[in-house]
């Protein structure tokens, strides 16, 4: 089963990330991984960090001459900040403690993690909770997606809304949705972009912060990931569970998901056609591609709720844990809005969910092996 773990703290010296069970011989181009670390770190709104960062992967083991050897796949992301952060964050040198963080900013781990490892500095809480850990995500999920690519398996994503700016209708078109890379804010409409840019600035401005909606579309998803016999193995659950784990998602829907509640049966569910060319199809996909816990054949489509950061430099009242006083919360650097960074940590995470589970299906150890079961099954 394939397993992953990440660690590293924002800024301790770098993120590093294991990937167990991916099978051997799955060519890795890692230009393609600096790529798609490098589309996480854009994204208007985003604080002066990402000025800082340049992320690059190293790997440390695992791989050989550009093709996987099926043991543990190691590798790290240098935090390039650790440089100004070395005394404060140095794992032997006691921290300053005039640097102390005791005042938690409401929508953070900070006041809970810090209660919950009994620490009296927030910042080893913080540290931890950032969002940079999505950095070591994207790594191994730009692995998974080039893996699924040799089976004709991949994954987009766009911006649908900013705040209260959104995109009026729909959008299908996955080329169109390919095209989201040059925008921004990663929205696809042109109109709905500048307007989305102009939110951000003015909130920025009033130092406050945005939240969103992004939209993640799989295509060649073959029929059967995930389970209906096994409730744990849900495909919709799985990725729910999973993008749920990114930070500051609220929210996880497959297909028109919150929409068909307020339809008639007979105009949500999608009617199931035939013919011998592509076997079985649909003409609508309001159910995003799932079916009974397991994938239909259609394209995968999911859209993530982000709520606004919680870090503001328009700071909100708190409770300072040294002295119990009622404060203003601290206010850190931050990004003004994430979400066009958090639709590239949705892609590759909704990516790696789809590689467990083809994996469970097709399992073996070598990409020929695979290949070949696949290919029995189509
Ligand atoms: C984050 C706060 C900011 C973000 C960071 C997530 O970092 P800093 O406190 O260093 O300014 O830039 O995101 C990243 C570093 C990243 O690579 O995405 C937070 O508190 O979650």
Redesign the pocket.
């Known amino acids: 089963m394939l397993r992953f773990f990440t660690a590293g703290e924002?800024?301790g010296k770098c993120l590093t990330g294991i990937i167990e069970a991916f099978p051997s011989n799955v060519p890795i181009d890692i230009r393609k991984i600096d790529q798609d670390l490098k589309r996480?770190?854009m994204g208007y709104g985003?604080?002066?960090?990402?000025n800082?960062?340049q992320?690059r992967i190293e790997i440390l083991s695992g791989i050989r001459g550009g093709k996987t050897l099926g043991s543990p796949i190691a590798f790290q992301i240098e935090n390039r900040?650790y440089t100004n952060w070395e005394q404060h964050m140095h794992p032997i040198v006691t921290p300053d403690e005039s640097r102390k963080i005791t005042k938690p900013r409401p929508g953070?781990a900070d006041l809970i993690g810090a209660l919950k490892y009994n620490f009296s500095d927030i910042r080893n809480v913080?540290e931890r909770?950032?969002?940079?850990e999505?950095?070591v995500r994207v790594a191994l999920g730009s692995m998974t997606a080039q893996f699924m690519s040799c089976f004709g398996i991949n994954v987009v994503s766009h911006v649908t809304a900013i705040g209260n700016i959104s995109l009026e209708e729909n959008i299908w078109d996955i080329e169109q949705i390919g095209a989201a890379d040059q925008s921004p804010v990663r929205c696809v409409d042109k109109t709905t972009e500048e307007q989305m840019i102009s939110l951000i600035q003015e909130t920025k401005d009033a130092g406050d912060s945005l939240g969103g909606i992004f939209e993640i579309h799989i295509t060649g998803v073959p029929v059967g990931l995930g389970s209906y016999v096994h409730w744990d193995r849900k495909l919709d659950a799985k990725l729910a569970y999973n993008l749920m784990s990114i930070?500051g998602i609220k929210c996880v829907e497959i297909g028109e998901g919150s929409r068909n509640t307020a339809l008639k049966g007979s105009e949500v569910h999608d009617e199931i056609f035939y013919d011998t060319k592509n076997g079985y199809y649909r003409k609508t996909n309001r159910a995003g591609g799932i079916e009974g816990g397991m994938s239909n054949g259609e394209n995968i489509i999911i859209r993530c709720f982000m709520k606004p950061?919680p870090?503001l430099y328009k700071p909100l009242q708190s409770v300072d844990i040294e002295t119990k006083e009622s404060f203003m919360a601290a206010v850190?650097?931050?990004?003004t809005c994430?979400v066009p960074?958090a639709s590239i940590v949705g892609e590759m995470v909704a990516i790696t969910v789809i590689a467990e589970e083809f994996l469970r299906k097709y399992g073996g150890d070598s990409l020929e092996e695979i290949t070949e079961r696949w290919k029995r099954c189509r």
């Open positions: 924002s800024h996480r770190q985003r604080g002066a960090r990402m800082i960062e992320d900040d953070h913080l909770s950032s969002a940079r999505t950095a930070q950061i870090t850190e650097r931050s990004d994430a960074a």
